[in-house]
């Protein structure tokens, strides 16, 4: 998600290519989901503050290499996962659980945003 890759055939030197994009918010929320659905086998919902905020927040470089962190990053990953059709939701009381609408994290590298340009 994260990588720009471009094989040897493609490349105008003949030599495999791999170049770290700069991450989205998106992307963070569905490494983060996918992780938390890895490590917890059976559980699939995940509550955004108890959750996905804390494993970002912890995991920072790793999923948003060479951005700062605003003040009002929590706010962009809520937008991401309200609205993006890659996230399923529940509520549950006062709470909103997120999880990957896709089940098999096999095929998560497949998600696109109904927003991302291909």
């Known amino acids: 998600l994260n990588y720009v890759f471009t094989c040897n055939k493609c490349h105008d030197k003949n030599v495999d290519h791999m170049v770290k994009s700069k991450s989205t918010f998106l992307q963070a929320c569905i490494t983060t989901l996918g992780n938390l659905m890895f490590q917890n ?58 999880s990957q609408a896709e089940e098999d994290l096999a095929k998560i590298n497949t998600l696109r945003s109904t927003t991302e340009k291909m």
Not at 74 to 98: C, D, M, N
């Open 41 to 98: 086998p059976g559980k699939r919902f995940y509550c955004k503050d108890k959750d996905v905020v804390p494993f970002i927040a912890e995991h920072w470089e790793q999923l948003m290499p060479n951005r700062q962190q605003s003040l009002n990053w929590p706010t962009h990953i809520y937008r991401a996962l309200t609205t993006e059709s890659v996230f399923s939701s529940e509520i549950e009381g006062e709470e909103t659980f997120f």
